[in-house]
Nanobody, 118 residues
Framework: QVQLVESGGGLVQPGGSLRLACAAS????????MSWYRQAPGKERELVAG????????NYADSVKGRFTISRDNAKNTVYLQMASLKPEDTAVYFC???????????WGQGTQVTVSS
């Protein structure tokens, strides 16, 4: 069975840092592009960052560019989101997504809450 399990969320003060991880199992990790999305209350889910199956071409939403870094460790079947200089507007549930590169197949994790507040 396919599993995507996010971890690393929690409460952090503005200006702080947090690293999210998404551990994948049940599929061939290297056949999937990975991405992070987030959804705040009352808002649409938005793409935060994405990375190809090989780890090339990382891309970011303008709102997080320069502060967040996406990376993947294919040996560990894990994708990471390093978040720095966190702002209250970063508060959201963060989800990881696995997208098969050659077929319309995607998997989602359950999400992890990130709250940035003083």
């Amino acid at each position: 069975q396919v599993q995507l399990v996010e971890s690393g969320g929690g409460l952090v003060q503005p200006g702080g840092s947090l690293r999210l991880a998404c551990a994948a199992s049940g599929f061939t990790f290297t056949n999937y592009a990975m991405s992070w999305y987030r959804q705040a209350p009352g808002k649409e889910r938005e793409l935060v960052a994405g990375i190809t199956n090989t780890g090339s071409n990382p891309n970011y939403a303008d709102s997080v560019k320069g502060r967040f870094t996406i990376s993947r460790d294919n040996a560990k079947n894990t994708v990471y989101l390093q978040m720095a200089s966190l702002k209250p507007e970063d508060t959201a549930v963060y989800f990881c997504k696995a997208q098969l590169i050659w077929r319309n197949t995607a998997y989602w994790g359950q999400g992890t809450q990130v709250t940035v507040s003083s």
